[in-house]
Structures are given as structure tokens and as C-alpha cells.
């Protein structure tokens, strides 16, 4: 297993010195946002992680590696890469074997973090049920690795492309607790609340660590998703997400587009029905994400060396 990780220099100088590290996806990179906001984000996303205490390590699989912390050059070849492979637990296997560029995903972040012995992902939101699950089956990967690894993710909650409902009832099923900071609701990405509430509010890093912690000391395997609300001054109106989350979910359905494009081709689509302010929304959300992980790092890496 250890081949195929390799540590950028600063990650390792951080393992080597025993400093707290938090994992960052690559499917936002290129998947999830055009260029050149998507490399800039990631740069910033990683100094937010850097300014509070901790070290940000991006993860990629290229040529044949897993990369946890990329250079710049491999941040820029991500971001303009049109042949980037979108990859879940499903596929890693067969993308470093044939030595292809490949993004993670949540699913594929989590197994490559729990591998590197990083214990803290920030992401946007996470994965979850697809709306007519019930005849389509279509339930993210990243929900069954919440159930097995143990990572804990900081996300915004999930897009309401999905059935919040249903997703989060999966995790019930599968053993998963759902955190809350600063409020009782689950977040719904692009807006504070879903309508739904979280298992727990845990409104401090050091009340999540604690908790976490103490999930697996009791040999509880799983994650824990930490579910932190888009800021207030960058968040959307309810009301005017759903109507266009409905209408780009027709255009999908009428386009015949299925599977892993599904997130990407809906995401373009919410970025031009709004003029841009969902990319807006989907930036500062995934900085104050970072924020909050790298605080959840140094508390769980401080609650390790008590």
C-alpha cells in the first residue's frame, strides 16, 4: 500500500514533525468548478487550512501514485485537464494500475486519507440519495465509506439535487453520525437549512474532537460527517434554489444524462441559472469549511497527545 503514496514536501515535513494535516479533494478541482476559479479556490483553500494551524494535502492519482499534497503544476493539470477520471472506491484500482489522471471523489478522498493516516477531509458537500432512488438505485458511493472509514468530513451538508430525507437516513442505517456546528439543522449546500436536523450540535472544534475521538476509541468504525452551514452573507434563498434545482434536474432527465455526470452537467446548469452566484456561494462555503477542519484537526491531533 505504501508504494503507491507520495507525500508532496510539505506533507511529509508535517508528518515528520507530527503536525496536524487535512485532506482536500480533487473532483472540485476538476469536476466541480471551471478553470481558473477552481485552481485559484484550491490555493486559497489550502492557505485558509495553512493560516489556522494545520497542513493542507490535496489529493490526485497521477501517474500511478496517489498524490496527497499536490505542487502547482499538478494543481494547473488538474484544473485544465479535460480526461480527468471522476473516481469513487469503484475505480481506483483500475486508474493507478493504468497509470491515468484521476480525481477523488468524498468515497476515494476518505480510503486515500485514512491511508496517509490523515484523519480530517474537507470537501463542499458530500454525496448522498438521489432523488428516485427507489427505481434508479442511484445512491452515492460516498455514503457506504462513511459507514467503513474512519475519517471525519467537514461538508456543507448536501445539494438539494438530492433527497436530503432519504440520505440522511441512510447514514441513520449505516451507523453514521451527522454533526451540526452553530445551528440544530442540516445544512443544504447551497442555503443554512434543509428542513432537516442534524443528530448533533457540536458548535466547538475541541467538543468535536472529543466526540469523535471517543467514537473510535470505542472501536465504533465509520466516519462522522460534520455538517457546517454556508455563511449567512454567502447564502442562497431557499425558495429560489429549489426552482432552479428543479428546472436543471428536467434538463437532465430530458437530456438522458445519468450516473457520474449527473452532479457535474446540474452544477453548470445551477452556475448559469444564477449568474454565477452559486459558484460565488459554492467558494465561500468550501473556505469556511476548510476553516472549520483545520480547527478540528489541531483539536483532534491536541486530544491524541493529552
Same mark, same amino acid.
Given at each position: 500500500?505504501?508504494?503507491?503514496?507520495?507525500?508532496?514536501?510539505?506533507?511529509?515535513?508535517?508528518?515528520?514533525?507530527?503536525?496536524?494535516?487535512?485532506?482536500?479533494?480533487?473532483?472540485?478541482?476538476?469536476?466541480?468548478?471551471?478553470?481558473?476559479?477552481?485552481?485559484?479556490?484550491?490555493?486559497?483553500?489550502?492557505?485558509?487550512?495553512?493560516?489556522?494551524?494545520?497542513?493542507?494535502?490535496?489529493?490526485?492519482?497521477?501517474?500511478?501514485?496517489?498524490?496527497?499534497?499536490?505542487?502547482?503544476?499538478?494543481?494547473?493539470?488538474?484544473?485544465?485537464?479535460?480526461?480527468?477520471?471522476?473516481?469513487?472506491?469503484?475505480?481506483?484500482?483500475?486508474?493507478?494500475?493504468?497509470?491515468?489522471?484521476?480525481?477523488?471523489?468524498?468515497?476515494?478522498?476518505?480510503?486515500?486519507?485514512?491511508?496517509?493516516?490523515?484523519?480530517?477531509?474537507?470537501?463542499?458537500?458530500?454525496?448522498?440519495?438521489?432523488?428516485?432512488?427507489?427505481?434508479?438505485?442511484?445512491?452515492?458511493?460516498?455514503?457506504?465509506?462513511?459507514?467503513?472509514?474512519?475519517?471525519?468530513?467537514?461538508?456543507?451538508? %448536501?445539494?438539494?439535487?438530492?433527497?436530503?430525507?432519504?440520505?440522511?437516513?441512510?447514514?441513520?442505517?449505516?451507523?453514521?453520525? %451527522?454533526?451540526?456546528?452553530?445551528?440544530?439543522?442540516?445544512?443544504?449546500?447551497?442555503?443554512?437549512?434543509?428542513?432537516?436536523?442534524?443528530?448533533?450540535?457540536?458548535?466547538?472544534?475541541?467538543?468535536?474532537?472529543?466526540?469523535?475521538?471517543?467514537?473510535?476509541?470505542?472501536?465504533?468504525?465509520?466516519?462522522?460527517?460534520?455538517?457546517?452551514?454556508?455563511?449567512?452573507?454567502?447564502?442562497?434563498?431557499?425558495?429560489?434554489?429549489?426552482?432552479?434545482?428543479?428546472?436543471?434536474?428536467?434538463?437532465?432527465?430530458?437530456?438522458?444524462?445519468?450516473?457520474?455526470?449527473?452532479?457535474?452537467?446540474?452544477?453548470?446548469?445551477?452556475?448559469?441559472?444564477?449568474?454565477?452566484?452559486?459558484?460565488?456561494?459554492?467558494?465561500?462555503?468550501?473556505?469556511?469549511?476548510?476553516?472549520?477542519?483545520?480547527?478540528?484537526?489541531?483539536?483532534?491531533?491536541?486530544?491524541?497527545?493529552?
Amino acid at each position: 500500500m505504501q508504494a503507491f503514496l507520495q507525500f508532496s514536501p510539505e506533507v511529509q515535513a508535517a508528518r515528520a514533525a507530527g503536525k496536524p494535516v487535512v485532506a482536500l479533494e480533487s473532483t472540485i478541482i476538476s469536476h466541480g468548478m471551471p478553470y481558473p476559479q477552481n485552481v485559484q479556490t484550491a490555493r486559497e483553500v489550502e492557505q485558509v487550512i495553512r493560516d489556522a494551524g494545520a497542513v493542507p494535502a490535496t489529493i490526485a492519482l497521477i501517474d500511478g501514485r496517489i498524490c496527497v499534497g499536490l505542487a502547482d503544476d499538478q494543481l494547473e493539470q488538474l484544473g485544465n485537464a479535460t480526461d480527468a477520471l471522476k473516481v469513487s472506491r469503484r475505480d481506483l484500482a483500475y486508474v493507478l494500475a493504468e497509470k491515468k489522471l484521476g480525481a477523488t471523489t468524498v468515497a476515494a478522498t476518505m480510503i486515500c486519507a485514512a491511508l496517509a493516516g490523515i484523519e480530517v477531509f474537507v470537501t463542499g458537500g458530500i454525496g448522498g440519495v438521489h432523488r428516485g432512488a427507489e427505481t434508479s438505485f442511484d445512491i452515492s458511493a460516498d455514503l457506504q465509506e462513511l459507514a467503513r472509514t474512519n475519517v471525519a468530513v467537514v461538508c456543507a451538508g %448536501v445539494k438539494s439535487i438530492l433527497d436530503i430525507g432519504l440520505t440522511l437516513e441512510y447514514l441513520e442505517t449505516h451507523g453514521v453520525p %451527522v454533526v451540526s456546528v452553530g445551528q440544530p439543522g442540516f445544512p443544504a449546500f447551497f442555503t443554512r437549512e434543509s428542513g432537516f436536523n442534524a443528530d448533533f450540535q457540536l458548535d466547538t472544534p475541541e467538543q468535536q474532537a472529543r466526540f469523535i475521538r471517543t467514537k473510535w476509541q470505542l472501536g465504533l468504525s465509520g466516519g462522522v460527517v460534520v455538517s457546517n452551514p454556508v455563511p449567512a452573507e454567502s447564502a442562497m434563498k431557499n425558495e429560489e434554489i429549489d426552482g432552479i434545482i428543479a428546472q436543471a434536474l428536467r434538463e437532465a432527465a430530458g437530456q438522458g444524462v445519468k450516473g457520474k455526470a449527473v452532479t457535474p452537467f446540474l452544477l453548470a446548469r445551477i452556475k448559469d441559472l444564477t449568474g454565477g452566484r452559486s459558484l460565488a456561494t459554492n467558494i465561500a462555503l468550501v473556505k469556511h469549511n476548510a476553516l472549520v477542519g483545520a480547527r478540528l484537526a489541531v483539536a483532534l491531533h491536541a486530544a491524541a497527545h493529552v
